[in-house]
Each structure stands twice: as C-alpha cells, then as structure tokens.
C-alpha cells in the first residue's frame, strides 16, 4: 500500500497544467456507447476510475485505443509536464449488455453506462452500485428518469433490468425533485437517440454536463438550454463519431488554490477554466487568498504573514459551492482567525476527514451536517490516513502547511483522481515523496 511522506513548511513556486476532467471524462467515455462510430477525446486523464470505466466499455464490447498525447517535458518549475492522452471508443456492436457487480461496485459512475445502452439496445441490465464512502448514493433518480421515457424497470438480484418500448425509448417529460449530476447525464445521453422531444426540469448545471452536452451536439444531437437547469432534446435516429477535448478539472485546480492558500507561495496554474470554479474563487479572495485570472489561467499567492478571514460555506449544486471542494476548503479555514460553519447538503457523510485533522491539531465540532471550525490551530506533523477522494487532498493540504514530516495512507483513494499529484506539487517546491 503506497504511502505519501510530506515534510511541510514550504511555499510553493511555479507552474502547474491542470488536466482533463474526471467526472468530465467518465460520461463522456459512456457517451461512445451511442454510436458505432470511433469517438476521440483528448485530454483525458490516467486516473484509476478512467481505467476501470475502459474495462466496462470493453466487457460491453467496446474497442478502446490510447495514445500518449503528453508534452513529455519533465515536471520543473519553469515547464511543467503535462501528462494527458487520447482515448479513441469504437463501440460497432455492443455484444453484452450487463454491467457486472465486480465493476460496477468499484466504482458508481459504472450506472452511467444505462443510457446510452438502453437508448441504443434497448435493453440493459446493470448490477446496483452499493453505498460508498461517502454515503448511501441511490440510483432512484436515474430509474425515474428512464421510466418517463417509457422504459420499463425491474429490479432482481442485486441487478437493474430495464427495457425500452417497442421501437425504443419515447421523448417526454423528466421532472428531477432533487439535481442530480449523474441522472442528468445519464437521461441526457438516452434522451438523444429516444423518439421525440425530451425536456429535462431541474436539470443539474455542473460544467461536466454542459460538456457532455457538446460532446453529443458535437456528434450529431440535437440539444439547447446548455447551462441551464432546463435542457431540450429532440431525439435523432443516430449519432456520428467526432474529436473532443475533455475540460480541464476544475477541482483539481480549487484544490491547488487550496493548496497554496496553505503552503503560502505564488503558483501559476496553466489550462485552468476559472469560470468553471463558480464561487470557490471568490470564497477563496474574502478569506484572504490572492487570485488573478484570465481565461484559461489562474495566478494564486499566499502570504503567510497575513491571517485568513473565517467564512460560512454551505455546499450546493453548481454554480454555488461544490461538495467535492469541502474538504479542502474546511482544512484552509482551520488556520482563519476565527469560526466558520459548514454545512454539507449533497451527501451525508462526507466529513470523514474531520477525526483525521484533529489528529493534527484541528479544532472542528459536527452535529449533524455541520462542522464548525474553530482556527487557527496550526498543523502538527501526524501519521493520518485517506479515506476518500477529496478527504486525501484535505490531509495533503494540511500536511504542506504543518510542522514536521507527515505520512499518508491508504491514498490509492487519491489516486481514483488526481493524476501525478506529488509530482507536480514536488516541481513547485513541496518536499513529498511516494513510499511504496
Ligand atoms: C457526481 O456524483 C460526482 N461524480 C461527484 O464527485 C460529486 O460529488 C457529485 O456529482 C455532486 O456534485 C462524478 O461525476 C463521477 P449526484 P453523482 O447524483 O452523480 C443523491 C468526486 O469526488 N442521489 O449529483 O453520483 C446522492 O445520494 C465525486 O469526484 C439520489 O438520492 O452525484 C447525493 O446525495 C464524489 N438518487 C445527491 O443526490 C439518485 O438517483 C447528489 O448526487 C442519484 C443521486
């Protein structure tokens, strides 16, 4: 089990690429499932749940081809590698049609998978993904969502049957009670091959779905409202092939500005999208961070000397405060003078990074959905131990800004999405190395 050691105490200097997406990425790999036509998306990112998605599409019958599209120059300050490939899908047939539990329970994006191949075979059967760290994560939604198109659903073994009408699934109307990313781009992916016009109510807004949505526009649907929480789909016989660049991941790069709002230091970070970031950049300015952007670019500086300010976060669907940048968030505020509350709405028990911090010297109160920090408390080296995606990016900032040498286990939760993470952080000065 891989280890990270980090000894903390040092700004951090230089540039950093951001990369492609991975909750961009996954969908959009799904969407090749529409077509019997090669889909090419660039930028896509070597994570672990990018290489588990590839072996779902190919046990469905997919052919799948990676070029290493990387600039190859080495991680330094002043030229930043940038590691990134092209994934080429062909999905001419689509042989097997379940999605297996072994997969699918590893990862619960896997459920992606039920759009595209009901809309297209019209029939599919997917094992139910099972509860994950950071909460019970049903797929109610989703199946609503199939059933107003006319698909029938049956639950049997642990697995989700569903099966179009006769002819395929029927355009109608896709009213959601709660937003939700993946059902949204699950019903948005069906929706382009059903008969007929589908309006999406309460869609979400996240920047993946309006990515995935000019992917599919990009091979032939026919989709308008993007970026809105009310998407029109008017439904065509087939979908085309097509090129397509993956976004680049906007919390990879809140959770750099995170970073060094910590670390202290001056970072450049490069193929950064700020307007994808919604209020995180601006949450980041009143408590005390320095930040200039361009379009594709963000420049943070920290200043040790000068104290951050507490703030009140609660997390929301986009454009408001991102749940998958609480964590990171949360371990900034524990060094601001003063108390902050946070409230987490979208999952119920992503706070698992909470006992983790105290262990190096946090002082964070839950009751219920809350957390209230009480800063600053500054951060002692400690042994702690990851225990989700985002939670291991928390521990990663605190040790950058703690004293002494820190160890991290259990990070192939890090892995799942953050490709390269010690490296780049090691080109702008951090002293942290993997231990196998
Ligand atoms: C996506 O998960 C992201 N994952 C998550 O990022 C992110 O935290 C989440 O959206 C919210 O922004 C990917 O894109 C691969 P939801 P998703 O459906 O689609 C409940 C990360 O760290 N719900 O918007 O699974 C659900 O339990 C990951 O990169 C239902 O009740 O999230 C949750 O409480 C973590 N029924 C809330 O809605 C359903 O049918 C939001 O879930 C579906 C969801």
Known sequence: MDKLRITGGKPLHGKIIIGGAKNAALPLMCAALLTREKVTLDNVPYLADITTMAKLLVQHGAFLSLRDTSAGTPFTPDMPGHYSRELSLTCESIPNIVAPYELVSTMRASILVLGPILAREHKVRVSLPGGCAIGARPVDLHLKAMQALGAKITLEDGYVLAEAPQGGLIGGDVYFEKVSVGATENILMAATLARGTTTIHNAAREPEITDLAELLISMGADISGLGTSTLTVRGVTALSGTTYRVIPDRI???????????????????????????????YLREIGVDIDTTDDTIRVRRDLSKPLKPKNITTEPFPDFPTDMQAQLMTVLTQAEGDSVISETIFENRFMHVPELGRMGANIAITGNTATVHGATPFKAAPVMATDLRASMSLIIAALAADGISTISRIYHLDRGYERLEEKLAACGAMITRVR
């Open 252 to 282: 990879e790069t809140g959770s750099f500005l995170c970073a060094v709002a910590l670390a202290g230091g001056d970072v450049e970070l490069l193929d950064a999208r700020p307007a994808t970031l919604g209020v995180v950049i601006d």
